[in-house]
């Protein structure tokens, strides 16, 4: 037996929490092509969320989960109405925007809340100490099941593949491809990239919840950009529009981090440097549009020779 | 009242330092449309080459580098390296050129290398450390390699291994690099190379200078200027009139001088200024290069006048600018200029008179209302369709 | 006779998979006007891109004045005196008008000709003297084809490759730009002319190329491709 140690089993869980962040972003990044730089502000909201519920009002996790994850998504429905208006590098800088503002609000929440509610004389009702600001949101109850993370993770991925291949999904994809064609064609483009964008904005809720219940002691500064970025950069590295690549994508990225311990200091510099490289020479990402499925099914077939196609002419996975 | 007006003073100090790095955004976005989000780590090394220089001016030669030779070499440094980002990581998106799939490979094969390396320090196998052939070992002990037992494979073989992943990504990138097409900016492959460049020069400058804040010497002297209870600092003056003698001088560049009317031409219209004859290239490189002189004067400016800088300064004055940019309407050079003012007196008076914790908040809230509202900017752009 | 001022052989050029010129071939002789007629979509613009060196062929020849210029740079092509005056004027609609001769003049130095060049032109359109400092946005279509046309003489061309001036004209004006199209050429510079108005284009040619979906289909004199029966059904509308 392979002696599993609670290091692995900490990195097996941010694994599963990576795995949820990245196709939910992909939904949104991938299959409708709506640049977000935003998704560590949304996760910040669930986290957030979640864990007063659980601490300061003895929720149960479950449903403290769903509540995190319910005003994500509600942010997002709100939010993605008049931000989802913008194209391309204005989403990408306004989503970014809100995720600070996500951020400064809640380093600043008990001060404004303590503030408003002093002017309308409600001071004695509103608990002093909510968020706690700057300083971070310590002792969480401790939830540190894989179970949970893993069943998410699979929920996650099963909700996601269903819409995906549903009729609104081809909806979904043929903004991400044109958004213009979708239009003209009579897709309420606005309706879908919301709907996808709040979903979306869901799942990081619920990857919010499971990480903070994890880790047991949460602040604004670990959602910042950097993690948004962390999270692009697994959907990018497993292809834009490939579910399966996103988890591929999380696989490796959780991974390589714990392989390159020692050279610690220099992650940093070689992680854009992949980046740079792998937008200048395979911007597609590992899979491209395509599962791993389909990839699998192909390479099978051909290893089975007869029957499989020609090798320089390989079938057009479906979509 | 004064309390108000020292608030406003302060502001437009640093509403012109936003304002110089905000040109330098429009500028690029307006010939490429594309936000070089490289642009506040061009400030940040613009910053720290004059910063060096002056360090090495002193310990060297002991020589008391004055405020204009640090600023023109931090001018110098900024353009090169503004210059040298867009060559290798921007110029392969927009066309197939003749790319350094040399350099690619180099870069890359360090990169997977070290990949490589890490992997099998799991096994208990290091690499040698390659540079050690070269340079004496006392010189690269920083890297842990030498600490750690287990096998060791000789600095040669490391070597090797190094060259062979350097060529093996260099075939590689200049295959891909061969078939790509043309590819539209604005597209995510290129905000995302725009953040990826951004990244690696914040984690080299933090390698290269370390994370802590460093003093910026004293280049202009503060000197106060009393009016009752309010203070004009020399070096705000400073400040506003070296934004004021950048932007006469942006101003004649762009409108008298043949480089100036090309670069206006090329954002109007690509093509039909290459069929005038402008070489788009050497154009484009201009733009980088005048826009990152802009930045690093606002940096050198902005390190006398706050004292500290360090590899991440540039992170937050850059996306404000870049708010301050698309706030004038992007690719309008006055527009950046009042965007960065408007910016800078707005978030003096947030300090002074709601929170200074909340400073970042409203910038990013201005910048959602603003393109809420008016996409274009308060004075228009000429946005290129494009590109 | 000597050898012609442009010669294209054999010419192929694709937009990704899309095989836009099949195999054209076009000789034009100096002091000639040459036009290139054919319907939407058949190639035209391509092979004026192709000559100026914005899109790159995939095979064949150009030569102008004896010399290959297929693959090179845009830059080098203009120096030769080849230039290009794009379909849909193309104007610099923030700079003036002046702004936008000069423009045309961008690789000249020689600034005592250059200013005789301008005055050349103003004579040509007397209407952008008076409106040298207005942006050239706010020029009128008409306007703007003038300007375009202009600031291509501005380059002093030796052959000038023209792609649709008269588009979207009123017919007035149409047939101004084709009066001055003819004094241009009698001024000694070469012209090959790109028109969707198969008409006009071959009463002011002396030449003409009929291209179809990337091929030409017919050439000759431009009388005699005009009486040919085919044409007439397909462009003439007779
Ligand atoms: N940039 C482009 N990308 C792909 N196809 C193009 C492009 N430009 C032109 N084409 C195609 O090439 C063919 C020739 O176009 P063009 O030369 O513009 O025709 P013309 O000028 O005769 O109307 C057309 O089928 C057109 O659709
Ligand atoms: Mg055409």
Redesign the pocket.
Known sequence: MIEISSYHIQVLAFMGINIILAVSLNLINGFTGQFSLGHAGFMAIGAYTAAILTKACGWPFLLATLAGALLAFAFGLLLGIPILRLKGDYLAIATFGLSEIVRVAIVNFDDVTMKAATLVGLQDLVPKEITRGALGYPAIPEVKSLVWIYGWAFVTCLILRNIVRSSEGRAISSIGEDELAAESLGINTARYKTLSFAIGAFFAGVAGALFAHWVTYIKADLFKIDKSIEILLMVVLGGMGSLSGSVLGAVVLTLLPEYLRVFAQWRMVIYPILLILLMLTRPEGLLGRRELSTILGVLYTRAMGRGGPAPGNPPVAAE | MSEFIQQLINGIALGSIYGLIAVGYTIVYGILGLINFAHGEIYMMGTFSAFLAVQFAKSKFGWEMGFFPALLIGMLGAAVLGVAIERIAYRPLRAKSAVPAVMLGLIGGGAAFMLLGGIMGHAGVHFGNPLALFVSTSVSSSSAVEKVEGAQIPALVSLAVWAMLAFGVYRLSKEKLAQRKKLKAGTLTALLTALGVSLLLQNLGIQMFGATPKSFPPLVEFYPYEFGSIILANQDMLIFGAMVVSMVVLQLIIYKTKIGKAMRAVAVDQDAARLMGVRLDFTISCAFAIGSSLAAIAGVLYAIRYTKIDPLMGALPGAKAFVAAVLGGIGNIPGAVVGGLIMGVTEALVVGYVSSTLRDAFAFGILILILLVKPTGLMGSNQPEKV | MSEPLLEIRDLDVF??A?H?LKGIEIAIDTGEIVTLV?A????????LRAISGLVSPKRGSIRFEGESILGRDPVDIVSRGLIHCP?GRRVFAPMSVLENLEMGAFLRKDKEVIARDLERVYGLFPRLRDRMAQAAGTLSGGEQQMLAIGRSMMASPRLLLLDEPSLGLAPLLVEEIFRIIKRINEEGVTVLL?EQNAHMALKCAHRGYV?ETGKVILHGAAADVEKNPMVREAYLGA
């Open positions: 937009y990704g899309v836009a054919g939407n979509g058949a190639g035209k613009s391509t092979t379909e790109v291209l």
